[in-house]
Nanobody, 121 residues
Framework: VQLQASGGGLVQAGGSLRLSCAAS????????MGWFRQAPGKEREFVAR????????YYADSVKGRFTISRDNAKNTVYLQMNSLKPEDTAVYYC???????????????WGQGTQVTVSS
């Protein structure tokens, strides 16, 4: 599957952004989808993941209660709604697809190109 992330930008602290990730192919619903991020000088870290039909979601503690992951299988798209953004959320955000359980970084075999999110204080 090929993934194309979009929706990043510059926002003030406390603001919101919605990221989208469009997938090619007709088997989107067979993938667990995830969002990851990488800040300058830091390792890529998990943000959120969602089950194949959207029934199960899981978040990193750092974003829980502020970010919401969702998907629309009819549109082959996964979203990340980010509210109450903080400067420490600044990073390149990547969407990824897993044919497995999506429980670890290594489970995700397909990655989008990333979209920059910058939160100013």
């Amino acid at each position: 599957v090929q993934l194309q992330a979009s929706g990043g930008g510059l926002v003030q602290a406390g603001g919101s952004l919605r990221l989208s990730c469009a997938a090619s192919g007709r088997t989107f619903s067979s993938y667990v989808m995830g969002w990851f991020r990488q800040a300058p000088g830091k390792e890529r870290e998990f943000v959120a993941r969602i089950g194949r039909s959207g029934e199960n979601t899981y978040y990193a503690d750092s974003v829980k209660g502020r970010f919401t992951i969702s998907r629309d299988n009819a549109k082959n798209t996964v979203y990340l709604q980010m509210n109450s953004l903080k400067p420490e959320d600044t990073a390149v955000y990547y969407c990824a697809a897993s044919t497995g359980l999506g429980l670890s970084f290594r489970d995700f075999g397909s990655w989008g190109q990333g979209t920059q999110v910058t939160v100013s204080s």
